[in-house]
């Protein structure tokens, strides 16, 4: 039950864009995104729930599309601080998150 | 700061002992979970807890127990540790199964 991520990887330069999809094979009950610095615990960045609605924190924006069972995580205006590994979690609807094995994004100056 | 602490922090053991990981919280909510985070693998629920003495398993359960008998407290067990356990284990709390998960700083676990 595993969600896809895609890309594994992406380097940036500050102020660039990119866009980090997320893909179930399962009916989705919610969408959650993640990130993590080296070495640290995963930070959560926002939650999307049935209806396709489309979230944002600052620059950062995520939409949901429940027909397709796939989520979209987009970052505008990259910043160095954006760098880490982004996470989708998806939520079965029996209290159990999926995790992806994550997109690693790289922002340089 | 969601009152999530971990201990150990770092363990280092030999395999075919007993560990046993500690995950604590300050905010009395119901549900806690334990993952393990792997290369390639992301990160991968072991168990969770949905209240005191309620648990259930998650998909990478064998090899592994725990119990709840505080609301505060969620203790992992690995009866027998063995080197395919040696792994990075956080903790995570949620006030609502189905809602936003925070995150302990984790336990490094290695297993000779």
């Known amino acids: 039950q595993q969600p896809v991520q895609s890309p594994q990887a992406v380097i940036l330069r500050e102020g660039e864009d990119a866009v980090i999809n997320c893909s179930s094979s399962k009916a989705l009950y919610s969408v959650h995104w993640y990130r993590q610095k080296h070495g640290e615990a995963p930070v959560f960045l926002m939650i999307l729930l049935k209806g396709g609605e489309q979230k944002g924190h600052d620059k950062i924006s995520a939409s949901f599309n429940e027909k397709k069972q796939q989520s979209s995580l987009y970052l505008t205006a990259s910043q160095l601080s954006y760098s880490g590994t982004y996470f989708c979690g998806t939520e079965d609807g029996a209290n159990n998150l999926f995790f992806g094995t994550g997109t690693r994004l790289t922002v340089i100056p | 700061d969601a009152g999530i602490t971990q201990s150990p922090r770092h363990k280092v053991t030999e395999t075919g002992t007993p560990v046993t990981l500690r995950c604590h919280q300050t905010?009395?909510?119901?549900?806690m979970y334990w993952y393990r985070q792997d290369p390639g693998h992301g990160l991968r629920l072991i168990h969770y807890?949905?209240?005191?003495?309620?648990?259930d398993k998650g998909e990478v359960s064998d090899g592994y127990s725990v119990s709840r008998s505080k609301t505060e407290d969620f203790l992992l067990t690995l009866e027998s540790a063995t080197s395919s356990q040696t792994s990075v284990y956080f903790c995570?709390?949620?006030?609502?199964?189905?809602?936003?998960?925070?995150f302990g700083p984790g336990t490094r676990l290695l297993v000779l």
């Open positions: 995570a709390i949620s006030v609502r199964g189905q809602e936003t998960q925070y």
């Open positions: 905010e009395n909510h119901r549900y």
């Open positions: 807890s949905y209240g005191v003495k309620d648990t």
